[in-house]
C-alpha cells in the first residue's frame, strides 16, 4: 500500500533551474496538497487542490506552479528556482474535506537545494 | 492569522514516565485540531484528530484534549518508550486549511 509517493527524494539545483516535484497518491482521495517545511518556520501551504481541476493559493504561493494532472497525481513546478526556496517539499492528500474532519496523509518528502 | 505555539519545543524523559505536550492557538473558531508524529527524515503521520465539537480523543495511550475557549490542546503519552521518541506537531484546522505548530522534540530516555 504506497498512500503518497513523491520524486525526487532528493535533488540539487542551480539558482534560476527549473523543475517540478511529482506526487501520486493511490487512495482515490479528492484533495491534494504541497507543503513546506523550513526550520523554525513549521509546515506552510504552498498550494492545495480540493478535487480534480482545482487548485488554490495557500500561504506561500510565490514562485510556484501546479498541476492537478488528474485525480491521482499533483505536480509542484519551480519556474526559476531561488535559494530561498531550498526546503524540504511534502505533499499531502485527503479524502475530502479537512473541515470535515477527514484524515490527511503525507508523503515522505523531497529534501531541495537550490544553490 | 492563526498563530499556533507549542511548548516546550523539546524535551527528555526517562523510558515509563508519561509525556504532556501543549499546543495553543490564539483563534478559537476551529472546525478542529489534530496531533502528528513525525521521525527524523519522514514525513508526517496523523495520531488524533479532535472535532471542534468534543472534548478529547483517545488512541492507545495516547490522550488528546481541546479546550476551544481558551485555545489549547495538550496530548498525553502515558507509559513512554523509547519509540515515541520523534517530533510531535499540532495543528489546527479551518477553512479547509491546516495552520501548524513548530512541533515538540520529545526523546525518550531508556
Known amino acids: 500500500n504506497a498512500g503518497v509517493t513523491q520524486t525526487p527524494k532528493f535533488q540539487v539545483l542551480k539558482t534560476g533551474q527549473s523543475m517540478t516535484l511529482q506526487c501520486a497518491q493511490d487512495?482515490?482521495?479528492?484533495?491534494m496538497y504541497w507543503y513546506r517545511q523550513d526550520p523554525g518556520m513549521g509546515l506552510r501551504l504552498i498550494y492545495y487542490s480540493a478535487s480534480e481541476g482545482t487548485t488554490d493559493k495557500g500561504e506561500v504561493p510565490n514562485g510556484y506552479n501546479v498541476s492537478r494532472l488528474n485525480k491521482r497525481e499533483f505536480s509542484l513546478r519551480l519556474e526559476s528556482a531561488a535559494p530561498s526556496q531550498t526546503s524540504v517539499y511534502f505533499c499531502?492528500?485527503?479524502?475530502?474535506?479537512?473541515?470535515?474532519?477527514?484524515?490527511?496523509?503525507f508523503g515522505e518528502g523531497s529534501w531541495l537545494t537550490v544553490v | 492569522k492563526q498563530e499556533v505555539t507549542q511548548i516546550p519545543a523539546a524535551l527528555s524523559v526517562p523510558e515509563g514516565e508519561n509525556l504532556v505536550l501543549n499546543c495553543s492557538f490564539t483563534?478559537?473558531?476551529?472546525?478542529?485540531l489534530q496531533w502528528f508524529r513525525q521521525d527524523p527524515g519522514k514525513g508526517l503521520t496523523s495520531l488524533l484528530l479532535?472535532?471542534?465539537?468534543?472534548r478529547e480523543q483517545t488512541s492507545g495511550r495516547l490522550n488528546a484534549s481541546l479546550d476551544k475557549s481558551s485555545g489549547r490542546s495538550t496530548l498525553y503519552i502515558a507509559a513512554s518508550q523509547p519509540g515515541d521518541s520523534a517530533t510531535y506537531l499540532c495543528a489546527v484546522g479551518r477553512n479547509n486549511r491546516l495552520a501548524f505548530g513548530k512541533g515538540n522534540q520529545v526523546v525518550v530516555i531508556p
Open positions: 483563534d478559537s473558531a476551529i472546525y478542529n
Open positions: 479532535i472535532q471542534s465539537s468534543q
Open positions: 499531502a492528500s485527503s479524502e475530502g474535506p479537512l473541515n470535515s474532519g477527514n484524515t490527511i496523509y
Open positions: 487512495m482515490n482521495h479528492n484533495s
